[in-house]
């Protein structure tokens, strides 16, 4: 269990400065809280690749610091909120190097142990207190999509370091025990199983493309599965044995089986977009290849979504929520409030309604020409009534 290291307070009487509370922790884990008060004057006052540092807490032996970046660490990432860790100069050790693991969240998400906004490193990260070396995300969270969730109160928010040290695998206690620290590598072992197909039972055809996986591993992970392959929903299956999945891509499935074996879906981030030479072929350079390359990301995050809700695995549909609720813009608004209004998640039909709610009126002008705002026209009148609601709240404030 991760041990308590102190609580950083970002205030903002004259000017913004970071005061610490710290303890040791004397375990190989430990988490750190850093409270951002007045979070709009930190925007302010801290242009891009300028941050405010948290004051030096312990893990593991070894003293670090959280650097907060209001408008982003570098100009590429200028619309998010970026956060690093590094380590601190130790004057008793000429060149102090350890690996850790570590991940950022918003400490509300912790206790309610959801995974919004939850960034974590999959592998230990080597960090060396000589020279300029710090790890973290560039884009932990866009500010508009702070702004508009309920994790802003006050206009204060806290953030949580969690941080596990991997000691050196050659060190040994007094008493001859190893004591370096593993990071699980479940995942990946459950990866090989999926790549390589080693005592496969069951077979999917999805959109034309066939896929071989193991009962009893999607079983586990989902109660729609469980049902599908051991109770009364043998629906689908051909003369051979092979379950047909209709109304999905391959694509779609393929990231869905991936996270159902690793627990992780690096499709959900744009970075990730897989060079598809068919739908690549003929793009425009520039601005526009960007435009469609994004619109095509969304829309497979989209169809995640849905198949994350139709197969009841809650973790990766709330993963896909706040990856939607983060790049809400005027051309997807009305698509993503369908999907939210559909598959009954609150959250992001409140963060579409928000978006909306403050949007010019050019603007509105775009999100009334999708297609996205006549299926919702057509489909849900009583969503467009709640909009129309807080649109007249709006105008009278």
């Keep these: 269990m991760s041990s308590f290291t102190g609580v950083s307070v970002v205030e903002d009487h004259v ?22 008060n007045g979070y709009s004057r930190t925007k302010e006052e801290k242009p891009t690749g300028r941050s405010i540092s948290s004051g030096a807490f312990v893990v593991g032996g070894y003293a670090w610091l959280l650097e907060y970046y209001p408008n982003g660490k570098h ?20 060149d102090s190097k350890v690996d850790a693991t570590f991940s950022f969240c918003l400490v509300d998400q912790v206790e309610k142990q959801m995974p919004m906004y939850i960034h974590a490193t999959n592998k230990a990260t080597r960090f060396e207190s000589a020279g300029d070396y710090s790890w973290g995300i560039s884009e932990f969270l866009r500010r508009d999509a702070l702004e508009r969730s309920a994790n802003l109160k006050g206009d204060s928010f806290t953030i949580r370091c969690d941080i596990m040290v991997c000691e050196d695998s050659n060190t040994e206690d007094p008493g001859g025990h190893d004591t370096k620290v ?36 999607l079983a586990a992970r989902s109660k729609v599965f469980m049902a599908q392959l051991f109770g009364p929903m043998k629906e689908g299956t051909s003369t051979s044995g092979v379950i047909h999945i209709k109304d999905m891509g391959a694509n779609v499935f393929r990231a869905l089986l991936r996270f159902i074996y690793t627990d992780s879906c690096p499709e959900i981030d744009n970075d990730y977009m897989e060079e598809e030479q068919e739908m690549s072929q003929g793009l425009e350079e520039g601005q526009e290849d ?19 809700d139709r197969y009841d695995l809650q973790r990766l549909k709330c993963i896909c929520e706040m990856q939607l609720s983060d790049n809400i813009g005027a051309s997807s608004v009305m698509s993503t409030l369908a999907l939210a209004e559909q598959h009954h998640c609150q959250g992001l039909k409140e963060a579409c309604l928000k978006f909306i709610q403050v949007q010019s009126s050019s603007c509105m002008q775009t999100v009334t020409t999708t297609d996205g705002w006549d299926h ?16 007249a709240s709006k105008q009278q404030k």
């Design 15 to 36: 000017g913004s400065y970071c005061r610490t509370s710290a303890v040791e922790a004397g375990t190989d884990s430990g988490y750190h809280l850093l409270m951002v």
């Design 290 to 308: 960007e435009t469609i390359k994004d619109d095509m990301w969304l829309q497979r995050l989209q169809d995640l979504f849905v198949a994350a």
């Design 376 to 391: 919702v026209v057509s489909t849900y009148p009583s969503v467009l009534k709640e909009l129309f609601v807080k649109l």
């Design 75 to 94: 100009p590429n990432c200028a619309d998010f909120i970026s956060l690093f860790l590094s380590l601190v100069h130790d004057d008793s050790k000429v």
């Design 182 to 217: 593993l990071v699980s590598d479940l995942d990946q072992h459950f990866n090989i199983l999926l790549q390589t197909k080693v005592g496969a039972d069951v077979t999917f055809e999805v959109s034309g493309e066939t896929f071989t996986a193991h009962r009893c591993v």
